[in-house]
């Protein structure tokens, strides 16, 4: 022994030499077949024909980007890897980022192959950015998975961040145990109602749930970060608040505290703005403004009420409605104005 510090390696690595890394992802694509690689189970051969959410065997990406409108702890100062995947298995009616994620007909971007996946993930790593950060992976984890492989058998030693709306199948999480670094999921409801109206999907809360707690069941309430403060391994709950209470803020936070642990990383964010089909003239009222002062500081009191508050982040509430505006017609560059979070 020299006593030599070694180099931070993420889990992914350890699994890819000692091939398990490859198992995990044959199971991954084995569900493909019957799918039931998120909660719908639509059960469709995507093979053969798409799957309810509008995509194939193979990875379809809308943008790749080094992003520095996410939380600190994640965009750093070189800026996030940014994977945008195409299409979605929700449908939420305020989806901001509904060009890419909820129509697939329109979009311009063309399925790619695991190879071309491979070497996005290389070049973000050369770019210099952080981490990469797979956004919407949740329909497209078998697909990602396999990229994964062959970027870290050609040298990717980036953390991976899990960017979900977090209604995931339990049994995939458990085959990105090791591989994931970086869970960073959001809880939309609380309210199986509120799913039903806003996302399309009457179990949201208890499907989100279920996957959360797997996630923290694997990574926990500690952070492990670089020395430059990026996050390598982790934790951290994004929570919208959206008008009305549609969220349920205060039901996600005493859940978030009383069965994971109040030291879980929690972002409460004020950008909801109505878009898409809540931006319609009266097809969705709970939906058609921006959250008021009021229903953020009840947010804010819930936070404070419930978690500890170390490793919360809390965006401004002035300028959160302008903060995310994207346009992914750039496909290079769909964050021109992104400022800190």
Known sequence: MTGAVRSWRPGYVRLARSGELERRVEALQAMLRDCTVCPRECHVDRFERLGTCATGPDPVVASSTAHFGEEPVISGRMGSGTIFLANCNLRCVFCQNHDISQRP???????????????????LADRGCHNINWVSPTHQAPQLARALLLAAQRGLRLPIVYNTNAYDSVEVLHLLDGVVDVWMPDLKYADPE???LASRVADYPARARAAIAEMFRQVGDRWETAPDGTLRRGLLIRILVLPNDLAGVEDSLRWIA??????????????????????????????????????????????ERFLDGERCYIQDFREAPAYYRPDFSDRDEPFPDAGDF
Do not use: C, K, N
């Open 194 to 196: 509120a799913g039903r």
């Open 105 to 123: 007909r329109d979009f311009i971007g063309e399925a790619i192959t695991a190879e071309e996946l491979a070497a996005i993930h290389l070049a």
């Open 258 to 303: 009383s069965e994971l642990s109040p030291r879980v990383a929690v972002s409460l964010m004020a950008q909801y703005y109505p878009t898409h089909l809540a931006a319609l003239p009266g097809r969705y009222p709970l939906l058609s403004r921006p959250i008021s002062a009021g229903e953020w500081d009840r947010a804010l009191a819930a936070l």
